[in-house]
């Protein structure tokens, strides 16, 4: 098709300078707090798919149901006055698709977060065609059932000049076609409730809304140097799409990982997330960690995750056990009182963060040893690196670094309260666990610390048997010789390190998950080690390497293979704790004068 003239510009500079970055086929077109994802279909660039971002267990029990659940409308086109599909041009902005056809510019913006707002060409016969997936058949040894999904609806200030409702499958196909002068438009409402949306505002005011509602958010960025904007403003997008309103078990608006593929609110990724938005909203900030301590069982445990309607507190596979994430909510809560201090939250969460302790230490500690152990992988938040290979429990360094680490952070923040006798205990006990982990698990000829299975060394190089370097606890030799092998280029020192396995290790692989790629939140973790251990330059390297592998790839993944810096297949896009790092390290070197 003739290329169409440009759709009209956004007033504000920051979303133009996003113009075309976001991929729908990587990505869904979303909004803050809005669980409707509007997804390009890859067989089909001028159709889309739209997936709503709930477990919804309450009709699909599965755990993993949720991500081979097929579209609640799938396969939804734009057609002409004789119901022909449109061949589309699509621009996209974080607060509109512009969609233009042979017949015009269509274009689609958030009315609200249940709310699509489809505007059509004005004085044409134009509409829309779908099949809504209202219900899923389930099928069980004494019978069956059919469970209802969301309800959909649409409405329109336009004149309607036909539709029809057919059943087709599981779902019904949908057809609506309308004229009108000045701004046409179709409202399509997917909401749990049995409610109709009635509520069509012209298209006009939606996109002035929207844009208003996204250039206040980046508005409020502090700025770095021009070379990095679009990356820059494009992680922020992230930061600010992947977010989802308080419904349920969500007790504050908090963000997913990625909206891309993670569904819920995960409690590692929800402390990595406060670091960047403790710069432009604090209480969002703070509301990451009051999100998770929220449902903190009564035994002190924190869930590995939350979802609208419930937690995840235990995982069948590969054993049945409790499931967890490492103990950094202190850290998180320090970080952003760095920026916006306030020792009432403190005091808020303090005896939380104290059960939680108590917990790993009473519930994790099997021999006795005061050495924590993981009793599921993906407590560990690295699911499948090749220290569980073998089975668990395990004692790896790494949980106890993240212990010793929330030891001082509880130390810092009784100091603050006015508890000088707290904070002189958990400086005692960080520094006692230190020595603990020195005696049990490092290998000085070797440079490292052995994870270990049954009392015996687990002989597998990965990035968590350099972990205790990150407590600053350790004696100059230790700390040496970690960072000797920190740095060597066989190991964890490739073009973007660190690798989470080494690359000299036969279990090496740089495109699997946690088993070789590098991750953004271990090397935040590691340059904040280096620099408490007085290793100032190698933490700025190792913060440059990490700042060019995030620019390298228009996309922010999960993880990034370490000697080419692309994202694996497997790798989610528009990935969280890595926007929310990598702006952190940005802003910092910016601060700085490191980049220029």
């Known amino acids: 098709m003739t290329p169409p003239p440009d759709p009209p510009e956004p007033r504000s500079a920051h979303l133009r300078a996003l113009r075309n970055r976001i991929s729908l086929e990587l990505a869904p ?22 997936k709503i971002g709930q477990r919804m267990t309450d009709i ?35 607060h509109a698709l512009f969609l233009d056809t042979r017949l015009g510019r269509f274009a689609l913006a958030f009315q609200d977060e249940h709310t699509l707002s489809l505007r059509c060409p004005p004085g044409v016969r134009a509409g829309f065609r779908t099949t809504v997936r209202a219900v899923l058949p389930h099928e069980h040894t004494s019978g069956g059932d059919i469970r209802t999904v969301r309800n959909f609806s649409y409405v329109t200030n336009a004149r309607v000049l036909g539709q029809s409702i057919r059943p087709e499958g599981t779902g019904h196909t949908v057809q609506v076609l309308v004229d009108g002068d000045g701004d046409p438009t179709i409202a399509l409402s997917i909401r749990a409730e049995h409610h109709h949306e009635r ?16 250039h206040e958010w980046f508005d409020r960025v502090p700025p770095v140097p021009e070379t990095f904007r679009e990356q820059y403003l494009y992680a922020w997008w992230v930061m600010g799409s992947n977010i989802v309103t308080a419904n349920g078990h969500l007790a504050y608006d908090a963000m997913t990982p990625s909206k891309s593929l993670y569904i819920g609110i995960w409690q590692w990724d929800a402390y990595f997330h406060a670091v960047a938005y403790r710069h432009v909203d604090p209480v969002l900030a703070q509301n990451q960690i009051r999100v998770m301590l929220a449902e903190q069982l009564d035994n002190g445990m924190i869930p590995d995750a939350i979802y609208d309607e419930g937690v995840i507190a235990e995982w069948p596979f590969p054993k049945p056990a409790v499931v967890t994430k490492p103990p950094l909510a202190g850290w998180a809560a320090l970080k952003v009182h760095e920026v916006y201090p306030d020792l009432d939250f403190l005091a808020e969460i303090y005896p939380r963060l104290v059960r939680n302790n108590n917990w790993w230490f009473g519930m994790h500690d099997d021999d006795s040893d005061g050495i924590v152990q993981y009793d599921h992988p993906h407590s560990s938040g690295a699911d499948d690196n090749p220290l569980w290979d073998g089975g668990m429990p395990v004692e ?16 810092e923040m ?32 070797a440079g490292v610390f052995w994870a270990t299975r049954e009392g015996q060394p687990i002989r597998t190089l990965t990035i968590f048997n350099l972990y205790p370097l990150i407590t600053g606890l350790l004696d100059e030799h230790t ?32 495109a699997t998950m946690w088993r070789g790629p590098t991750w953004i939140n271990t090397n935040y973790l590691f340059a904040e080690g280096l620099r408490r251990t007085g290793f100032d330059d190698v933490a700025r390297e190792l913060e440059q390497r990490t700042l060019d592998l995030v620019l390298a790839t228009g996309e922010i993944y999960e993880y990034y293979h370490p000697e080419t810096g692309e994202g694996p297949p497997s790798a989610a896009p528009i990935f969280g704790w890595s926007a929310a790092l990598f702006i952190d390290l940005l802003i910092r070197a910016s601060h700085d004068g490191a980049m220029g």
């Open 29 to 50: 077109f979303s909004d803050r707090g809005s669980r409707v994802l509007v997804w390009q279909r890859r067989d089909d660039p001028h159709a889309f798919d739209v």
């Open 60 to 94: 699909e029990p599965g755990v993993l149901d949720h991500l081979v659940r097929p579209p609640f409308l799938d396969c939804l086109r734009l057609i002409d006055g004789d119901g022909v599909p449109l061949e589309l041009h699509i621009t996209t902005y974080p």
């Open 199 to 214: 509520d069509v505002r012209p298209f006009r005011e939606v996109l002035a809304a929207a844009e208003a509602r996204w």
């Open 396 to 411: 790896s360094p790494d949980i106890n670094t993240y212990v010793c680490l929330q030891q001082q952070a509880l130390a």
């Open 414 to 445: 009784a100091s603050l309260l006015g508890n000088p006798r707290e904070a002189a205990m958990w400086r005692r006990r960080a520094e006692a666990l230190a020595r603990r982990m020195v005696e049990h698990f490092y290998d000085d000829e």
């Open 479 to 510: 700390n040496a010789r970690l960072v000797e092998r920190l740095t060597d280029p066989g190991a964890f020192w490739p073009r973007y390190p660190i690798p989470t396995v080494a690359v000299s290790d036969e279990k090496y692989a740089p």
